[in-house]
């Protein structure tokens, strides 16, 4: 769960303008033995939800956010998709 936070922080910026990064394995952040569980507030699950939050109110958090076009999420996987160059979702 901890690599899923990291991987994204250091990777994000490495993705093409109109470009997608997934995350997988979203069900470790229910999973105790990760150190998850429902609600827990440093899963990634809870980090997508506060950035949906950020999203919407025009204030992004992580800074990665401000980046971000989309983020679709399925069972156990989210696909982040950056902005090409002048995007907005306002």
Do not use: N, W
């Not at 922080?9 to 997934?22: A, N, R, W």
């Not at 109110?57 to 696909?79: G, I, N, Q, R, W």
């Amino acid at each position: 769960m901890e690599q899923q936070k990291t991987s994204i922080d250091i990777l994000f910026d490495s993705v093409k303008p109109g470009g997608m990064y997934f995350v997988e394995d979203l069900e470790t952040s229910y999973a105790p033995k990760y150190g998850g569980g429902h609600g827990v507030a440093t899963t990634f699950v809870e980090r997508v939800k506060a950035s949906l939050d950020g999203m919407m109110l025009s204030k992004p958090t992580p800074y990665f956010m401000a980046y971000v076009y989309s983020v679709d999420c399925m069972k156990e996987v989210c696909a982040f998709t950056k902005k090409m160059p002048g995007e907005s979702y306002d």
